[in-house]
């Protein structure tokens, strides 16, 4: 399958904006799934579908080949607060998005999270089974098999310490959290703005990580539709970095002054309502290999991001 007719649901948020405008500039036939009007300003193509009904994301998976499905409820305390809504929100729509594909023949590439696993390892590989610490990681881990059971054609790729633009909110959200998203640009803004910025440190938050672009995302998903590949992918950067190396290797890469920096605990209000995974690193060297590229350094990916942020261009390096 080359230049495959791709559908993209979460494409107004963080990740999959990044996987449409990849997938789009790589000459990928792109439509994104949207649940609402997304308004006049919107990048790529879209359909309205109702996402509870499996007819309605059928109809647009008609025209397809693979449909990249990253949608998902991204709100912590709600997800606690609303269970049912919650495991609907992920594994129902994800059975909805499975069978929709199964009845129009399509590929489905289900974005997944290095927060399926416990956190106690180290460069985790492909066959690590799933163990989550909190009910984020249960619903994504639930959703992963999911796909891996009832798909015809499909595969899981887990991505984790994901920095990028927003394509779609360039603004934001931007601040540093207990996982690794957002943390590189979070840590650019306030030290181009001359203010400090402290690198959380702290037993309970994810401390380890292999930081991937999320354009990088959209290339390697790219290259799984086309070589229809199946199973668990991990979509991981080379280095697996602490949350204070990848402070300094952003400092570096960036020109930045890295004496701007201090070193602390998160503060009460940003700790979740449950335990983080510790080390979420995963190696991708089975799926780098599968996929005929190979794994990016700390470096290259840092020195794509600022081409991406400060030429406003999309860098993919695969
Ligand atoms: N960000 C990270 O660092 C990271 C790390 C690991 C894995 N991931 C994975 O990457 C994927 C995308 O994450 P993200 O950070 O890009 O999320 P995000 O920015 O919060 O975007 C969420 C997307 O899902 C849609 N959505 C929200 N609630 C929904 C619901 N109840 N039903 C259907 N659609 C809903 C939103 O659309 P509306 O505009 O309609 O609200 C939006 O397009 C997820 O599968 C996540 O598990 C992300």
């Known amino acids: 399958m080359t230049r495959a007719r791709i559908a993209v649901t979460g494409a107004t948020g963080f990740v999959g904006g990044a996987v449409a405008a990849v997938l789009t500039a790589k000459g990928h036939d792109v439509v994104c799934l949207v ?18 009904d499996t007819g309605s994301v059928a109809g647009a998976l008609e025209d397809r080949d693979g449909v990249a499905h990253l949608a998902i409820l991204n709100d912590f305390a709600r997800m606690y607060a609303q269970r049912r809504e919650a495991h609907d929100a992920y594994v129902g729509l994800t059975r909805r998005v499975v069978d929709a594909a199964n009845a129009t023949g399509c590929t489905v590439g289900y974005v997944s999270t290095d927060w399926v696993l416990d956190g106690t390892g180290h460069l985790a590989t492909e066959d690590e089974p799933p163990n989550p610490v909190n009910f984020y990681g249960v619903l994504k881990a639930a959703s992963e098999m999911v796909v891996l059971e009832r798909a ?17 909110r360039p603004a934001g959200p931007r601040a540093q959290d207990v996982g690794f998203g957002y943390f590189v640009l979070s840590l650019v803004d306030a030290l181009r703005a001359g203010e400090r910025f402290t ?10 990580a292999t930081p991937i672009t999320s354009s990088e995302i959209g290339a390697l998903l790219g290259r799984a539709f086309d070589r229809e590949v199946d199973g668990v992918l991990h979509f991981a950067g080379a280095t697996a970095v602490t949350r204070r190396e990848l402070a300094h290797a952003t400092c570096d890469v960036f020109g930045l002054d890295p004496s701007l920096l201090d070193v602390g605990p998160p503060p009460e209000h940003a700790r979740l309502p449950a ?27 840092l020195q794509a991001l600022r081409r991406e942020r400060d030429e406003g261009r999309v860098v993919a390096l695969s």
């Open 35 to 52: 649940r609402s009007d997304p308004g006049p300003g919107f990048p790529w193509p879209a359909r309205r579908v109702d996402l509870q």
């Open 152 to 168: 015809r054609r499909g595969f899981v790729a887990r991505v984790g310490g994901v920095q990028g633009v927003h394509r779609t």
């Open 199 to 208: 690198v959380w440190e702290d037993a309970a938050i994810n401390s380890v």
């Open 275 to 301: 335990p983080v995974p510790y080390d979420t690193s995963m190696s991708g060297e089975v799926t780098m290999a599968r996929l005929g590229t190979r794994a990016h350094t700390v470096g290259e990916q």
